[in-house]
């Protein structure tokens, strides 16, 4: 018997290694798409095949992708990259593969459309205004403080707080300027209000419409004017009318955006009053080694679990554990170059999981977005107080030193 074929799209950092792993478990081939500028050096060991094409000629990119399916029996296509969940639904209905409607696809992916979606719906999201143009700023009275957001961006990009309306001007150029992936110029911004509370985010698998809600993750975060997610727990430990609340507005958002088959990302603030705020949501499995927190807490398989949803096989999600994994992410003290990280945790006993993501020499910056996380680490338990408290004495460990243009700088983790 054949063994079936997947393609992955964008097959770079750890979510692909892990896909690999456990498409070789079960005799399953993993092809990949890769941009056209990409080094192909850096993709996984194990990949039997590759197609390259430029993300940022779309329609172009969907054609060679579909004709090198077709040409390879590609049976399944799935991507853990949030900037390349449109071009998956193209592909996925083009072939006749599980995937979600190309038509309400970009409003899992620009947050414009993902507001109008939430809206619509009746899910309770933050009053979005949009600017097209800096020059929109003109005789609008906003109130502070507020969000200023890329309408296309991700990974909290050119994202930042405002607390003042003087600031205003160079918070939205900021984000007008910020740059994505494959050409994404954002040109357009948003601007919403702070939402006060607690940040959470609900991590959801959908197959043929009907969502399976597996953990509810608590966030750490910086302060103003940049939340950088610093740390992730996982399961959050919430009341269960709070567990209920978020679980039932994340599903809310999943039917509004029209998430159909695959991963579910939604990210919400529950406030002070119980109220559940849904900020964002996206159809791709979360980042920030979430998917690594669903293993060592709860014994879930994600990967496999959307092997099998991409393959339109019936996906089975087995929790044997009621454990704990926490994420603690570390920065830098200032820009410059990375001279070293001191007094990182070896890989043992509760301790599964490091990674140094910046090497020396490199630059690296303070934490403007997550994409500037120096390096991190994973603590898995039985009790969420303690993974915390041996989480958070391992990072006191920790120093980054940097020099800049000022000198040396050092800061703890």
């Known amino acids: 018997m054949t063994a079936p074929a997947v393609l992955l799209i964008d097959a770079t950092g750890p979510d692909a290694e892990r896909l690999l792993k456990a498409a070789a478990d079960r005799r399953i081939t993993i092809h990949a798409a890769t941009s056209h500028d990409q080094d192909q050096a850096v993709l996984p060991v194990g990949v039997s095949g590759v197609v390259a094409v430029d993300f940022a000629q779309t329609d172009r990119a969907v054609a060679e992708i579909v004709e090198y399916c077709r040409r390879h029996q590609i049976e399944a296509v799935l991507t853990f990259n949030e900037y390349l969940t449109v071009v998956v639904a193209q592909v996925c209905a083009a072939l006749g593969l599980p995937g979600n409607e190309p038509r309400r696809a970009p409003a899992a992916r620009d947050k414009e459309a993902m507001a109008t979606a939430l809206t619509r719906a009746g899910v309770r999201v933050p009053a979005t205004v949009v600017l097209h143009d800096q020059h929109d700023l003109r005789g609008m009275q906003v109130a502070t403080p507020c969000v200023v957001k890329p309408a296309s961006g991700a990974g909290s990009v050119g994202v930042s707080v405002v607390t003042a309306p003087a600031d205003l001007p160079a918070a939205v150029h900021a984000a007008r300027s910020a740059r994505g992936m494959y050409g994404n110029e954002n040109r357009r911004v948003l601007i919403q209000p702070l939402i006060r509370g607690h940040e959470y985010s609900v ?3 959908v197959q043929d419409g009907v969502a399976r809600h597996l953990a509810v993750t608590r966030k750490t975060v910086t302060g103003y004017p940049h939340r950088v997610e610093t740390a992730h727990h996982v399961p959050a430990v919430l009341a269960f009318d709070q567990q209920r609340a978020l679980k039932r507005e994340a599903e809310r958002a999943i039917r509004a955006v029209g998430i ?7 990210e919400l603030i529950l406030g002070h009053d119980g109220t559940c705020t849904v900020i964002e949501i996206g159809a791709r499995l979360a980042a920030g080694q979430i998917g690594l927190l669903l293993r060592y807490a709860l014994a879930i398989d ?6 099998d949803i991409a393959l339109g096989r019936p996906a089975a999600v087995q929790q044997d554990r009621g454990g704990h994994a926490m994420v603690r992410f570390v ?18 006993p509760g301790v599964p999981y490091v990674r140094q993501r910046f090497n020396p020499g490199e630059r690296v910056t303070t934490a403007l977005s997550n994409r500037d996380r120096v390096a991190e680490f994973v603590v898995a338990g039985t009790d969420p107080v303690e ?4 989480a958070e004495n391992l990072a ?4 980054v030193r940097v020099r800049s243009e000022s000198g040396l700088a050092t800061s703890a983790g």
């Open 203 to 205: 991590e959801s698998v």
């Open 260 to 266: 159909r088959n695959g991963a579910a990302h939604t």
């Open 302 to 307: 994600v990967y496999a679990v959307l092997l």
């Open 331 to 348: 920065t830098a003290p200032e820009g410059g170059r990375l001279v070293a990280v001191e007094g990182l945790p070896a890989v043992g």
């Open 387 to 390: 993974v915390e408290a041996r």
């Open 396 to 399: 006191d460990q920790i120093r």
